[in-house]
């Protein structure tokens, strides 16, 4: 008792310093790892080849962007996708629930009306949705099997691929349900936005990572993108379309020059207290 009362407030003064360095991530296995300066590693193409260039291995991205509601990035070349297609992301919703069909990535045609977005459904279910409008059938769906908790990194992938006209999402590595598009999707994309859907509904929390293939990635690719982590570079670079790390900016980095115009976004570098890397 004597030894209590004479060290008991060093003891709580050490565990009080212990929680606040825990709520700060410094104990998350993430923050160990090197960190990414923005632009240090990119896509570089020439006549002869294509390939990675810089510092693109085991990093982590020193900053993602951070959307409030009202943010987002507006990619104004246009995107053309003429068959099969992949887009992935990681994600973060910042907020104590998360948000009711509140969006995170579009790509639509000129009209705006016809194209893919992806956004969370309301609670109870929290699920990623992803809505398709073609010219035959507006308005299909299909979701994830994954219930998300706010608060928490996810790698989410959308695949379409041409010859079985499905379209499957995937959390993570867990797959949803494939879905068959009615209808013709566009070829050329020129309503493309990071941090809003369909609607204009806002994100609220964090984006990072984004990536773009003319292809329909398959499970194997997709899980070994997943465990690359949040800082994985693209897996396919002759498929890559567009790459925005989201790493300080909103510029491209697959070399196709589809650069991003950031609005109210913010780039935080006090991210990873909510991160853990990927195991196998």
């Not at 990035?73 to 910042?94: E, M």
Request: proline share 4%; glycine share 10%.
């Amino acid at each position: 008792m004597e030894y209590l009362m004479t060290y008991g407030w060093a003891i709580l003064a050490i565990a009080i310093v212990m929680v606040s360095l825990y709520s700060l991530g410094i104990f998350n296995s993430g923050n160990l790892q090197p960190v990414a300066a923005p632009g240090s590693c990119q896509i570089v193409r020439t006549a002869a080849q294509i390939s990675l260039a810089g510092q693109c291995s085991n990093l982590i991205p020193k900053y993602v962007g951070q959307f409030n509601g009202n943010a987002n990035v507006s990619i104004a070349a246009t995107i053309t996708l003429p068959g099969s297609f992949t887009y992935s992301a990681w994600i973060f919703w910042t907020g104590s629930s998360l948000p009711n069909y509140n969006g995170f990535l579009r790509f639509h045609d000129s009209t705006g009306l016809y194209g893919s977005s992806s956004q969370v459904e309301p609670a109870p279910n929290d699920l990623i949705y992803v809505r398709w409008d073609t010219s035959a059938a507006q308005s299909q769906y299909t979701t994830s099997t994954t219930n998300l908790q706010s608060k928490t990194w996810y790698f989410y992938t959308v695949t379409y691929n041409s010859g079985t006209n499905q379209v499957t999402v995937y959390v993570n590595t867990v797959p949803g349900s494939s879905v068959g598009v009615a209808g013709t999707l566009p070829t050329k994309y020129t309503d493309n936005k990071i941090g809003v859907t369909y609607t204009g509904g806002a994100w609220a929390g964090y984006i990072s990572n984004v990536q773009l293939y003319n292809t329909s990635l398959d499970s194997a690719s997709i899980k070994a993108l997943y465990l690359e982590g949040i800082g994985g570079t693209p897996i396919n670079v002759q498929n890559l379309v567009g790459w925005w790390p989201l790493n300080g900016n909103a510029n491209d980095y697959s070399g196709n020059n589809n650069q991003g115009t950031a609005t109210n976004t913010v780039w935080n570098a006090n991210w990873q207290s909510g991160y853990t890397a990927p195991a196998s």
